[in-house]
């Protein structure tokens, strides 16, 4: 396209409907699941200013979603030609500020959630050497909800941390290994299971899980002598084999805390004590009122926390 050609229905249908998968049904790892304004134009209608403002509307209320703020976006004016290439035309700017939203689909503002306790904590209290488990089961009231909850940048996060115990002695006791434990977890909770952008059928999101524990999607080791001390957590959705569109309501986490090091030196005592503990809320996407003023509400279903379960925390 040349510098002030006159921009066609293709030209602006491209735009809405990249906004309509953002912001609507969309699919797969596409589509907050809200109400749009705009709509695409046939071969018998003219893209007029009403086109133009109605899509203006559509990129305002993602936009709020993800930066907290409506944008300064330019207005049609009737009787006027949109052109290509100008800073203060409608198209060259919606196609721009679009790309960015489209890059930044799985971003919620922090203005625009608030985090849910799940419940727990799970503890585990007593002195252990090689590896501990426990899994927590998350629920939505549909795979809908869970894939607009996702692609709307809501997020389960895990937290774990170890405290109490032995906290002092020397290589003779297990103060050291407790130290490294308590700070490996401290330095990396949370953890946090979010929806994409990969479709890879490897457990890293939620649009990446299969039935069964592949790759975790999250993992953190100790440091020095404890670099084989691993944090580690898996994410499958039981009875959805491939889960790249979407449709899972239930997602199964497998947290394992693996303690693997060869005691060295004088440390010749082994072992982990104190309190063991997990626990897990969500960051949920907030409602606020979509523009214009009595279109509703951008709504978001989180999962439900009284559904969160936890198993106990085993191991030895």
């Not at 049904?25 to 695409?40: A, F, K, L, M």
């Not at 608030?114 to 927590?136: M, S």
């Not at 890879?200 to 084989?228: D, I, M, R, V």
Request: net charge negative; proline share 6%.
């Amino acid at each position: 396209m040349a510098i002030g050609d006159i921009i066609n229905k293709d030209d602006y249908n491209n735009i809405q409907s990249l906004a309509e998968d953002i912001l609507g049904v969309g699919s797969s790892n596409y589509g907050y699941g809200q109400i749009v304004q705009s709509s695409p134009v046939d071969e018998n209608n003219k893209v007029t200013v009403q086109e133009w403002t109605l899509l203006r509307y559509d990129l305002t209320n993602i936009a709020i979603h993800q930066n907290g703020t409506a944008p300064s976006l330019p207005s049609a004016t009737e009787g006027a030609k949109i052109k290509f290439d100008s800073a203060d035309e409608p198209y060259d700017r919606f196609q721009i500020f679009l790309s960015g939203l489209n890059t930044n689909r799985f971003q919620v503002a922090s203005s625009q959630f608030i985090t849910t306790n799940h419940g727990g904590p799970a503890d585990f209290t007593a002195t252990w050497k090689n590896a501990l488990q426990c899994t927590v089961t998350v629920e939505f009231p549909s795979g809908e909800a869970a894939r607009n909850y996702f692609n709307a940048g809501g997020k389960i996060r895990f937290f774990s941390s170890r405290s109490g115990g032995t906290t002092s002695g020397g290589g003779n006791t297990i103060a050291a290994q407790n130290a490294n434990w308590e700070s490996l977890l401290d330095g990396a909770s949370p953890a946090a299971f979010t929806g994409g952008p990969s479709l890879t059928l490897n457990g890293n999101n939620y649009f990446g899980c299969t039935s069964s524990y592949t790759s975790p999607f999250f993992s953190a080791t100790g440091t020095s002598a404890y670099g084989a001390n691993d944090w580690t957590i898996y994410a499958r959705t039981p009875g959805v084999s491939n889960n790249n569109a979407g449709t899972a309501s239930v997602v199964e986490f497998r947290v394992e805390w693996n303690d693997d090091h060869v005691p060295q030196g004088a440390a010749t005592v082994d072992g982990v004590d104190g309190t063991l503990t997990l626990s897990v809320d969500s960051v949920d996407p907030t409602d606020f009122p979509l523009q214009p003023p009595g279109t509703g509400n951008f709504t978001i279903i989180p999962p439900d926390p009284t559904l969160t379960t936890f198993s106990a925390i085993t191991g030895n």
